[in-house]
């Protein structure tokens, strides 16, 4: 792998199995203000931001509270639904974080506010390996526009060309092209069935993201996806 190189991660469904739970933790809290998802509203959930998901509910159930506020009671209510299970992680995860942090810049990259990005990687013990993790607080708009992943090569102080995303969730899929790295999706906890054809690579697992992998990709040419 070229120095200077980065690996940027989602973490919902890419690191950690915690997809459903995301969903049901939202689905809770907005219960509580008697706020009822219905089944593209959840799906939208799936991939995208507490910032795109907060403009979705103050758009279609005119919610008025702040996205703080909801963000702290649906923190609570997946803290109840992860108590017993904890966090595992994917198939694969732990392997080649290990292996691809002793060469390459690693990032989180997530849609979930920054209080779930830390306690999710901390609950992986996994704190130690990444240099950068970005919760949707620390950007204006979340995938699939490239923002999120361009303020972490911002961070990072790595080029595009020199970045690899790794995502499961379209939305995801979409940023990372428009932000100019190489894509590898992950069918593992695709369990909405997410369109992932724009990837580079599709993998079953992160069994997958083996160092020729991630040479591979990097000597390619990589030019920024528009339209």
């Known amino acids: 792998m070229a120095s200077r190189a980065a690996v940027l991660f989602d ?4 690191l950690v199995d915690t ?32 910032n795109e998901i907060y403009a979705m509910l103050r758009r279609d159930h005119g919610l008025q509270l702040g996205m703080d506020e909801v963000i702290a009671r649906a ?10 299970k904890g966090y595992q992680p994917l198939p694969g995860v732990r392997e080649a974080v290990k292996r691809l942090g002793r060469r390459a810049d690693l990032a989180v990259v997530s849609g979930a506010s920054r209080v779930e990005v830390h306690e999710a990687v901390a609950g992986l013990g996994m704190l130690g390996d990444f240099r950068v ?14 923002e999120p992943y361009l303020t972490a090569m ?13 995502e499961d969730a379209e939305p995801g899929i979409l940023a990372g092209r428009a932000a100019g790295a190489h894509v590898i999706a ?28 991630c040479d591979r990709l990097l000597a390619q040419t990589k030019t920024i996806a528009v339209g």
């Open 19 to 50: 997809e459903r739970d995301n969903v049901e933790s939202v689905v809770l809290a907005l219960r509580h203000w008697q706020v009822e998802l219905d089944g593209d509203e959840r799906h939208f959930v799936v991939g995208h931001s507490w």
């Open 133 to 146: 993790l970005l919760g949707a607080e620390d950007y204006r708009k979340g995938k699939p526009d490239p």
């Open 154 to 166: 911002r961070l990072l102080a790595v080029p595009p060309a020199a970045c690899i995303v790794v």
């Open 186 to 213: 992950v069918r593992a906890a695709n369990y909405l069935g997410y369109d992932q054809s724009a990837a580079d690579v599709v993998l079953d697992t992160l069994d997958g993201l083996t160092d020729e992998l």
């Open 11 to 14: 973490l919902d469904g890419t």
């Open 75 to 84: 923190v609570e209510e997946k803290r109840q639904l992860l108590a017993h």
